[in-house]
């Protein structure tokens, strides 16, 4: 019996320039890959002073205007790997419990409050509902993701400026008292 190779460009679907790509994924996935994956970088220590250290305010849906511009020193976060230090402040609930979460700059930039400037939070994509929500309305230090941007709902209004996605909550290290 001879054994049939299925290929993903079987019906002519894939350009020749990608099959390249895709059995090099192939490759790394099924852990046949010559070289070993890179290492992620360590996280980058950023504070509110670098990413509320600007005025940006968005322009209105069928407003004229282009959206500012953002600091190149912020630009250069997005898709970076950092560790900051914020509030931790539940914006979603569920049934019993906290569902969604942002990080603010400070304690009192709570949901129920003013709305802070876009810069001076974080919305929390992703990570452990249960193991955040023992952290709300307390400091924490947080790794993830940072994503740099305005992202907009289906009506055109800013919905965040930042977010995190992968976060991972840094335990304090333990003394040597």
């Known amino acids: 019996m001879t054994r049939r190779r299925c290929r993903p460009d079987r019906f002519g679907l894939v350009p020749r320039a990608a099959r390249a790509g895709l059995a090099a994924s192939a490759l790394a996935w ?3 890959a010559s070289a070993p994956p890179a290492e992620s970088p360590a996280p980058r220590s ?4 670098l990413l509320a250290g600007f005025d940006w305010q968005p322009a209105e849906p069928g407003e004229d205007r282009a959206d500012p511009p953002v600091p190149q020193d912020v630009a250069a976060l997005d898709g970076r790997a950092i560790e900051i230090e914020a509030e931790l ?4 609930w569920g049934e019993e419990s906290a569902l969604g979460f942002v990080l ?3 304690p009192n930039s709570c949901c129920l409050c003013v709305l802070p400037p876009f810069t001076e939070w974080i919305e929390i994509l992703g990570g452990s509902p249960a193991e955040l929500e023992r952290r709300i309305f307390g400091r924490v230090r947080i790794r993830g993701v940072l994503a740099v941007g305005p992202q907009r709902d289906e009506w055109g209004y800013v919905r965040s400026f930042y977010r995190l996605r992968e976060p991972r ?3 304090d290290e333990p003394s040597g008292e």
């Open 30 to 32: 099924a852990g046949c």
């Open 169 to 171: 909550l840094v335990e």
């Open 46 to 49: 950023v504070d509110w002073g």
């Open 104 to 106: 603010t700059r400070a």
């Open 89 to 92: 402040a539940p914006i979603t």
